[in-house]
């Protein structure tokens, strides 16, 4: 499974948009690019997920560089309610699993 | 329309004793997943669960831990003789299918182990 490298904490002011990074450098071509946050020791919740498209939902939009080696979780408005530790995870979409890295605490601040 | 379903949310057990999790999936979700998270730590997979099926159970501890996912019923994570180690949040997620998006995942139990 690849590798993902996330930054541990980012701060975002409330209203203005949250930029996620993540570095798969070693993603293979059958790895999706799979983001999860979990809101204070509540279950994770699903965000969206990607292959090499970019892709958008009601929650966020996902950018996945060409070559596929890093990606961006973006949330268009920040919300007090979005701080939470936000997992980018890349795994095969065979795998049945998750693996759940150490995630980037994102904090929205008023 | 409940989501996934986990009791008790907080489970305190003497060290010996058994703890018995258990997990109701989604309506219309056949798929169980389990999952431990330490504390200051990520989740860690423990198994994957049809009914009536381990499908994998790879991130499962070899001994005293062990899952089923009857027919009828919740799935059920149980763990004999717990040791002060195994205390940690335990979540569930269901999905319609074999996949890895749009999990949904319980509120977790969280067990104490004294």
């Known amino acids: 499974d690849a590798k993902t490298t996330q930054p541990p904490s980012m701060d975002c002011a409330e209203g203005r948009a949250a930029n996620l990074p993540c570095n798969h450098s070693?993603?293979?071509?059958?790895?999706?690019v799979y983001w999860y946050r979990q809101i204070h020791s509540q279950g994770p919740q699903y965000i969206i997920h990607?292959?090499?498209n970019n892709e958008t939902n009601e929650m966020a939009s996902l950018i996945i560089t060409e070559d596929r080696k890093s990606s961006t979780l973006i949330l268009p408005h920040a919300t007090l309610r979005d701080t939470a530790v936000y997992y980018c995870?890349?795994?095969?979409?065979?795998?049945?699993?998750?693996?759940f890295g150490s995630g980037t605490q994102l904090t929205v601040l008023p | 329309n409940a989501g996934v379903m986990q009791n008790p949310r907080h489970l305190v057990r003497r060290r010996g004793q058994e703890a018995r999790l258990r997990c109701s999936p989604m309506?219309?979700?056949?798929?169980v997943y389990w999952y431990r998270q330490l504390p200051e730590e990520g989740l860690k997979f423990m198994v994957y669960?049809?009914?009536?099926?381990?499908?994998?159970e790879s991130g499962m501890p070899k001994e005293r831990f062990s899952a089923e996912f009857p027919k009828e019923g919740p799935s059920i994570l149980r763990i004999q003789q717990v040791v002060r180690g195994d205390s940690a949040a335990y979540f569930c997620?269901?999905?319609?299918?074999?996949?890895?998006?749009?999990?949904?995942f319980g509120s977790g139990t969280r067990l104490t182990v004294v």
């Open positions: 997620a269901s999905s319609p299918g074999p996949q890895n998006y749009g999990y949904t």
């Open positions: 070693t993603i293979s071509g059958n790895e999706y």
């Open positions: 990607g292959l090499k």
């Open positions: 995870i890349a795994e095969s979409g065979s795998a049945r699993q998750l693996t």
């Open positions: 309506k219309g979700h056949s798929h």
């Open positions: 669960l049809q009914k009536e099926n381990i499908i994998d």
